[in-house]
């Protein structure tokens, strides 16, 4: 599997996780080159690089649509480091920001918390 594959993974994983609180409804995710993790506003003031629609398992490319709101994922990849930034927000009030670290078989083998809502 390759970076994106792994990073996809841990976003559905977290979102089915969540997801039982919330609508199921698709949830729009967006990669950038690159983004301050901390920077909550990143993902609705840019234009990410791909994005896609996650529903009930299923990716669906959306070529590269803005992020609009709840709920959302957003993250970027460092695939030198294995390294990804990864914010999302499954519902008002409720998401986090994260730095990830995945080793070469594609296991998270450590979330940093930038912040949590």
Not at 49 to 56: A, D, F, M, Q, Y
Not at 95 to 113: I, N, P, R, W
């Amino acid at each position: 599997m390759t970076m994106l594959q792994h990073v996809q993974a841990w976003i559905q994983h977290a979102r089915a996780v969540a997801g039982p609180s919330f609508d199921d409804g698709p949830v729009p995710v967006a990669l950038f080159d690159a983004f301050d993790v901390d920077d909550i506003g990143f993902p609705f003031r840019n234009i990410p690089v791909r994005s896609w629609l996650l529903h009930e398992g299923t990716w669906v490319d959306t070529s590269a649509r803005a992020l609009s709101g709840v709920p959302y994922a957003a993250f970027c990849i460092d695939v030198q480091t294995r390294k990804a930034r990864i914010q999302y927000g499954w519902a008002a009030r409720y998401g986090a920001g994260l730095e990830v670290q995945f080793d070469s078989e594609g296991v998270a083998t450590s979330e940093k918390m930038a912040w949590i809502s």
